[in-house]
């Protein structure tokens, strides 16, 4: 088995990360009651996801339970070179994502950082 695939929480991080969403926005795309932290705790493999969750990831990201809980729909058809390939594509997206999420927080303060110019009176305007 693939060693970036090998758990459930590997899994769903990379269909996560595949759909560029955070956990917020995962936990929220699923419609059921499941929290960004239990998303967190999923993907750290700190807690194993009950039924219904399992069954509302299927759907969302059209996979099969079977998938999501051994990997080896995929991981069965994939040569070593595949899953060298397949680990530097869950890198990049990796690395695509934290850049994804930079740029936002950068979008952020610039936008705040305007906003704050326009409430500083200029200098002709204190006359």
């Keep these: 088995m693939n ?24 936990a929220e795309a699923l419609n059921i009651k499941i929290s960004q932290s239990t998303v967190s705790n999923i993907e750290a493999d700190k807690v194993s ?13 059209n996979v099969s339970t079977d998938w999501l809980l051994t990997g080896q729909e995929w991981s069965h058809k994939f040569s070593s070179d ?5 680990a530097e594509i869950v890198e990049e997206t990796e690395k695509l994502y934290r850049k994804m999420t930079n740029l936002r927080v950068l979008a952020r303060v610039r936008k705040l950082n305007r906003a704050k110019m326009d409430l500083i009176p200029d200098d002709d305007d204190q006359k």
Excluded: C, T, W
Excluded at 49 to 61: D, G, K, M, R
């Design 82 to 86: 595949d899953d060298i390939a397949l």
């Design 49 to 61: 996801p009950n039924a219904e969750v399992i069954i509302a990831l299927s759907q969302y990201f």
């Design 3 to 26: 060693p970036y695939l090998d758990s459930i929480g590997k899994r769903v991080k990379l269909l996560r990360l595949q759909h560029s969403m955070s956990m917020s926005e995962l």
